[in-house]
Nanobody
Framework: VQLQASGGGLVRPGGSLRLSCVLSGRTISAYTMGWFRQAPGKEREFVGGISWNVGSTYLADSVKGRFTISRDSAKTTVYLQMNSLKPEDTAVYYC???????????????WGQGTLVTVSS
């Protein structure tokens, strides 16, 4: 299984970015997918996940109301729409996938390479 993340960059406070993550490799469809982030000097934080079956979503309190997570109909691409970005959202964002995992507490069975989001004026 391979995960390829993209969409990071530099954005001003209050701006928006959309991250994408494409899952490829094995054809098992029951993957919970989601996002973690790690800011400089801090531990990795679970941002949110989307269930493998009905598409239920979970978002951490720190991003709720500003970020949304979604996926395509083929269940191979997950998106993280980030609005009203703040400097404290600056981090490397990693997509992850779990086999039949929980979308509210992902394990991180598989990881993407990370994409840097910098929020600065």
């Amino acid at each position: 299984v391979q995960l390829q993340a993209s969409g990071g960059g530099l954005v001003r406070p209050g701006g928006s970015l959309r991250l994408s993550c494409v899952l490829s490799g094995r054809t098992i469809s029951a993957y919970t997918m989601g996002w973690f982030r790690q800011a400089p000097g801090k531990e990795r934080e679970f941002v949110g996940g989307i269930s493998w079956n009905v598409g239920s979503t979970y978002l951490a309190d720190s991003v709720k109301g500003r970020f949304t997570i979604s996926r395509d109909s083929a269940k191979t691409t997950v998106y993280l729409q980030m609005n009203s970005l703040k400097p404290e959202d600056t981090a490397v964002y990693y997509c992850a996938a779990d086999v039949y995992g929980s979308f509210v507490a992902m394990r991180g069975d598989y990881w993407g390479q990370g994409t840097l989001v910098t929020v600065s004026s």
